[in-house]
Nanobody, 114 residues
Framework: QVQVVESGGGLVQPGGSLRLSCAASGSILSVNAMGWYRQAPGKQRESVAT???????AYADSVKCRFTISRDNAKNTVYLQMNSLKPEDTAVYYCNTALKRLNWGQGTQVTVSS
């Protein structure tokens, strides 16, 4: 089963930026619509952003105009650029296909705190 690996999380102050990366073996990421998801403590996992194979994007209202999802099919990698981070963005961030067909990875922790 294909496994995704998320990276790029960390501790950042409010207003700061982070860039998350999602990689997987093979070409699975380049042939599927992909999404970033997050799960905060005590809350359900939610969709943050999605990108189709042709590059069309969609965002949750809570991150619109602050986050940007992109993909590099040659590198089989999906990115999430996060700007103007807020404490409420604190969560474990995961990537998966838009239909959530892959096993969930371990995610990458993003903590926004002063």
């Amino acid at each position: 089963q294909v496994q995704v690996v998320e990276s790029g999380g960390g501790l950042v102050q409010p207003g700061g930026s982070l860039r998350l990366s999602c990689a997987a073996s093979g070409s699975i990421l380049s042939v599927n619509a992909m999404g970033w998801y997050r799960q905060a403590p005590g809350k359900q996992r939610e969709s943050v952003a999605t990108i189709t194979t042709s590059g069309r994007t969609a965002y949750a209202d809570s991150v619109k105009c602050r986050f940007t999802i992109s993909r590099d099919n040659a590198k089989n990698t999906v990115y999430l650029q996060m700007n103007s981070l807020k404490p409420e963005d604190t969560a474990v961030y995961y990537c998966n296909t838009a239909l959530k067909r892959l096993n969930w990875g371990q995610g990458t922790q993003v903590t926004v705190s002063s």
